[in-house]
Each structure stands twice: as C-alpha cells, then as structure tokens.
C-alpha cells in the first residue's frame, strides 16, 4: 500500500470511529510506523508500506479506532521540550499544563536553587518541565500511584532530568519542607460528570487521577503549612472553578492571587503566595 492511500484509509476508519482529528491521527500513526515526521510525509507520497509495517499500523489504527488515546498508543507524547512516555496508569500530559509549567517558572525566576514539590506527578511531566528548564531548581515529585511513579521514573530516566520521587497521599497533608513552591494539576472531574467525558479520558485514563472531590482544596491548604514565607502555590482548576479555588486561597491566608488563562482562553491556572513562615 502505497504512504498516500495508507493515510486516506486510516483517516476514513478513524472518522468512522468518532475521533475528532481523523487526519491528524492518521498521518502521526503513519509517520510513527515509517519513522517519519507528518510533514516528511508529504515528500514521500508514492512510497510504499511493506507488509510488516502495514501489520504495524494496522495494529495501531485497531487500537486508536477503540478510542483509546493517541498517546497510549504511540506510547510517548510531547510535553513542552521533553518527549514522555506514557500509558494508562498516567493521564496524557495536555497542552493547559504547559501553562501552569509556564506560571511555575516566572515564580521561580529570580531564584538560584529553589526547592518544588508537584503534589500528583502523575507521568512527571510538570516536575521534568520544571527541572528542564530552570537548572538549579530541586525538584521533588510525589503521587499516590506506585504506578504512576514507575512512570516518571522512567521518564526522569529518559530525560536524564534528576528528580525526587516519592509515594504520598495529599489527603494526609504535604511533606515539610520549606518549599519554594508547591505546584499541583490534582484530580478534579467530579463523580457525576465523568461519563460526559470523551471515551478516551472516560474509559481510559486513569479514574483515580482524573475524579476527586476535595483534592484541590487539600492541596492548598497543605501547601499554606510548608511553603516558606514568599513561596508560591501553582494549581491546575477545573474549568470555570478558578473564581471559587481564587477564593479560596484569600480566606487561606494567601496573598498575590492570579488566575491566569489556558491556551483556549478559559481561566485554568490560579497561583498565589504565603505570608506565613514555616
């Protein structure tokens, strides 16, 4: 089968699946499979598949046709610099992360070796970002998923990126520690919303990462006991939720509260700052 009739044909089961960018996810599938990038796809239209990479894709397009993620399937997605890999025991890391990334490093900016915790790392992305981008910057990442922290091993493997791992329920409050800054996408989808969800977050990333009652608010009220006087807090809403969690974090004691908004314009990222000394 020849590049071009191999992307049409995997963009027509794709759509007829339901996923929202059959073409897209096409022309990555097919890329992955050759080794190539979607836009050296274009320069290569007659080339053919051979039998083992037509096996290949095909059990790659069974897969993304049961809706189960992109990423899942690739096994590694994009994260700001960093290639991660990923699969069912972490969420896909999104690209509304990337601000929160973004608001972590200004915080952090003017400081040479600041200490951070990400409260759910889940795939290490935002402690790895972190990491990556600000040199002296020791992070450490804890989660409740000893699955989840397999992965980011892995990734911090990977990347070369050291950090911290740690196995911790944020319900029991934070690691002391006198934290520069306390960073945390927790888990927010409420019980009752879930099956409104797409079936590749629905039925595929992990339950537990994805629905709590109460996460937010118990990260922040145990970011206010170890953050350091001056340190910041960093947190990942739901949608429309970033007035009520702003809110929140005045009657905590915080100060400086910022909501900023995600790459869609919706109010996604709420940060501020402790007065109180650890």
């Not at 499979?33 to 274009?42: K, P, Y």
């Not at 537990?208 to 953050?227: K, P, Q, S, Y």
Request: charge should be negative.
């Amino acid at each position: 089968m020849k590049l071009k009739r191999a992307v049409e044909e995997t963009a027509q089961r794709l759509s007829a699946a339901g996923c929202q960018s059959p073409v897209v996810d096409a022309e990555i599938l097919v890329g992955h499979v050759l080794g190539l990038t979607r836009s050296e796809l274009v320069l290569e239209p007659k080339r053919k598949l051979t039998a083992s990479e037509n096996g290949e894709l095909e059990r790659l397009v069974a897969r993304r046709a049961e809706r189960e993620p992109l990423a899942y399937v690739l096994g590694e997605w994009g994260f700001r610099r960093l290639t991660l890999s990923v699969d069912s025991r972490v969420l896909v890391p999104r690209p509304e992360t990337e601000v929160v990334v973004e608001r972590c490093l200004a915080l952090i900016a003017e400081v040479e070796a600041p200490r951070v915790l990400d409260v759910g790392t889940g795939s290490g992305a935002i402690a790895l970002a972190i990491a990556d981008e600000h040199q002296g910057a020791q992070v450490t990442a804890i989660d409740a998923s000893p699955g989840a922290l397999e992965v980011a091993g892995a990734n911090a493997t990977r990347t070369g990126i050291p950090v911290k791992l740690g196995e911790w329920d944020l319900f029991t409050g934070l690691p002391a520690g006198s934290w520069d800054l306390v960073v945390s996408n927790p888990p927010y989808v409420l019980p009752e919303e879930i099956d409104a969800l797409e079936p590749e977050v629905r039925d595929w990333e992990p339950r537990g990462a994805l629905v709590g009652v109460g996460a937010t608010e118990a990260v922040a009220r145990g970011a206010v006991e170890v953050l350091r006087h001056g340190g910041a807090l960093v947190l990942e809403v739901a949608a429309g939720d970033a007035e009520r969690v702003a809110a929140l974090l005045v009657e905590l004691g915080y100060v400086d509260v910022a909501v900023t908004p995600d790459l869609s314009g919706r109010d996604r990222v709420v940060e501020a700052v402790t007065t109180l000394a650890t």
